[in-house]
């Protein structure tokens, strides 16, 4: 049996490692945060679960995500997009 080679990331929120497919992955673009649905931009990217908890708890990490994009970002820029995410997520429900 051939075994699938999953690429493993993990989340910038929570730590954990999880198969690519399971998190959402976060790019930079154009001087701004956009979120990569298709997982086709190029760049460095940030992965998070799509959980509150773990938006939630990278928001208290500042300076994490632009940190792991290698990009410099004010705060709020980054601040703004998590905030962002949250509100979509409670939109949702
Ligand atoms: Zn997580």
Redesign the pocket.
């Given at each position: 049996m051939k075994v699938k080679h999953v690429p493993v990331r993990s989340?910038?929120?929570?730590?954990?490692k999880?198969g690519k497919g399971e998190?959402m992955r976060i790019v930079y673009k154009d001087g701004g945060l956009v979120m990569d649905d298709g997982g086709k931009l190029p760049g460095r990217a940030g992965y998070?679960?799509p959980?509150e908890?773990?938006i939630d708890?990278l928001l208290k990490k500042k300076g994490r995500l632009s940190h792991a994009l290698r990009v410099s970002l004010r705060h709020e820029a980054e601040e703004g997009f998590l905030r962002g995410l949250l509100t979509e997520r409670e939109g949702e429900e």
């Open positions: 989340c910038l929120g929570c730590g954990q999880k998190l998070l679960c959980q908890g773990c708890s």
